[in-house]
């Protein structure tokens, strides 16, 4: 047995004929034991036949045979090329495809410099100098040298000292006294 909430919101249902055998029975049961329910359902049975009367009042003012054939003529016709084009960009520029556009820019963008650097790498293939100069700095008293490798961008920085073990502008100011 239903329960009158449950019953009010399959009586709309139950009028139209949309319920299945055993529902519909269950809601008629109800009704013909609630007083409550069964002045709901004389209610939207008013509503139904005033909306009715209106509508059919109102739908022999409408002259459907030229409505039917413009939706006919609208199904049928072709749109113009243009139509079309602005109906795909606006697909294509919705809101999710364009941000996949992004990252996909991005891809592009990463694969043609990698690229371009790759292109230039084999086009030096056959004709590779690697230079690599080294400066002897004196820096302050102490012996540096460095590497420095254009290519690969490498620098080495070598601190040392002489073989006796003292540098030479140490032994320089001790005889200078």
């Known amino acids: 047995m239903k329960n009158c909430d449950s019953t009010r919101e ?8 949309e319920l299945d055998r055993a529902e519909s029975e269950a809601v008629r049961a109800h009704l013909e034991g609630c ?3 069964k002045e ?3 209610q939207l049975e008013k509503l139904q036949v005033a909306l009715k009367s209106v509508l059919d009042s109102e739908a022999s003012r409408i002259a ?5 054939s413009s939706v006919q003529q609208r199904i049928t016709e072709k749109s113009a090329w243009r139509e079309d084009l602005v109906d795909w960009l606006r697909s294509v520029f919705s809101g999710p495809r364009i941000a996949w556009a992004i990252p996909a820019v991005i891809l592009l963008l990463l694969g043609v410099l990698s690229g371009d650097s790759l292109v230039s790498g084999f086009r030096s293939f056959g004709q590779r100098n690697n230079f690599a100069s080294v400066e002897s700095i004196d820096a302050y008293g102490r012996n540096v040298a460095l590497l420095r490798e254009d290519e ?7 601190l040392y000292q002489n073989q006796e ?3 030479e502008s ?3 100011t001790r005889h200078s006294f």
């Open 40 to 42: 709901e359902q004389r």
């Open 64 to 68: 459907f045979p030229p409505f039917w």
């Open 152 to 158: 690969t961008k490498t620098t080495v920085i070598w």
């Open 170 to 172: 140490t032994t320089e």
């Open 35 to 37: 007083v409550a329910c």
């Open 165 to 167: 073990g003292e540098d």
């Open 10 to 17: 399959s009586l709309g249902a139950w009028l139209d004929g």
